[in-house]
């Protein structure tokens, strides 16, 4: 496994990342998956897949409070870091 160092406000992070056809990749929060495409939320990556998920996600749907939980330990993981 590889690293790629990221520079932050103040602070460098190193993230553990995979080669996959020589693209980095990343580990998404919520279905802990290794993507190339997504966004950064903080200091935590979202797969492209779990974004549009989040998007037509309804209140009332199951999974949206498990969501919301995944969600709320990206603040607190920015939080306590």
């Known amino acids: ?16 990342v995979r080669m996959k056809n020589s693209e980095w990749t990343e580990r998404c929060v919520l279905c802990e998956s290794y993507e190339t ?3 950064h939320i903080l200091e935590s990556f979202l797969c492209h897949q779990c ?8 209140p ?14 990206i603040k607190a993981s920015a939080l306590l870091s």
């Open 1 to 16: 496994m590889n690293t790629r160092i990221i520079l932050g406000k103040n602070k460098i992070h190193r993230r553990c």
């Open 37 to 39: 495409r997504g966004i």
């Open 51 to 58: 974004e549009r998920a989040i998007v037509r996600l309804e």
């Open 60 to 73: 009332e749907d199951p999974a949206y409070k498990e969501t919301i939980q995944k969600l709320r330990k």
